[in-house]
């Protein structure tokens, strides 16, 4: 059964750019739709009407609203058809994706909104932590020998983890190097075609530590909940 599919969030990657990467992986079409374009008014408006209060929501077939970022995924593998049956591997799969989403709090308000001095010292406040927790990561691949961090094909979980991995490189670009077997899984999930085609056309993140923006149809808006005023 295909579903109408709209991804409903703000002018950043941030929570749902894990959906966005496995809604392209999984070649499952949607629209991607700015809260006030939606609304049509400013998210401060709508905010206490949202489900939980947050975005990203999914809503599907203009009438299901899944809001949260980790249940978006589930429900998104489970219409791709790529769930994970097997229960030790989805308790694996869980345990990963906690672990990408820890990674949420330090890093994406930090590239999204952190400038000047208050960039720099996010940026080295959180060092020892994303060392640790990208040793962790890092362990987890080479203890399972496959290619993603369940079997050779990639889940919702590797998505969460690579796009904070690929977040920390606005953050520190030689970070990531410390890390060979993290560079390879970087690797091979931006080898896959569709995930490689998404990434080359996305919005692109600029002006990190400046003044971030989000650039959208080759327009630059800075990053946040509000609309750009042009």
């Avoid at 530590?209 to 750009?228: L, M, N, Q, Y």
């Amino acid at each position: 059964m295909k579903h109408k599919l709209e991804l409903i969030y703000f002018k950043m990657r941030a929570l749902a750019e894990a959906p966005r990467l496995l809604l392209h992986y999984s070649k499952l079409e949607y629209e991607d739709i700015m809260s006030w374009d939606y609304y049509g008014k400013e998210w401060s408006e709508v905010k206490s009407k949202v489900p939980f209060r947050q975005l990203p929501m999914l809503v599907v077939d203009g009438k299901h609203e899944i809001c949260q970022s980790i249940a978006i995924l589930t429900f998104i593998e489970k219409i791709a058809g790529i769930e994970i049956s097997d229960p030790i591997l989805n308790a694996k799969a869980n345990a990963v994706m906690q672990s990408a989403q820890e990674l949420f709090m330090p890093l994406n308000p930090t590239i999204n909104f952190a400038v000047g001095d208050s960039f720099k010292k996010k940026r080295d406040d959180m060092m020892s932590f994303l060392n640790s927790r990208f040793e962790d990561l890092e362990r987890a691949l080479k203890d399972n020998d496959k290619k993603f961090y369940l079997e050779e094909k990639p889940h919702a979980c590797d998505f969460a983890v690579y796009h904070h991995l690929d977040l920390s490189k606005l953050l520190d670009a030689e970070l990531i190097k410390k890390f060979p077997r993290l560079e390879k899984f970087i690797e091979d999930i931006e080898s896959i075609e569709t995930v490689k085609s998404y990434l080359n056309s996305r919005p692109k993140l600029i002006d990190v530590s400046v003044e971030p923006k989000f650039v959208i149809d080759g327009v630059a808006h800075p990053t946040g909940v509000k609309k750009t005023l042009l």
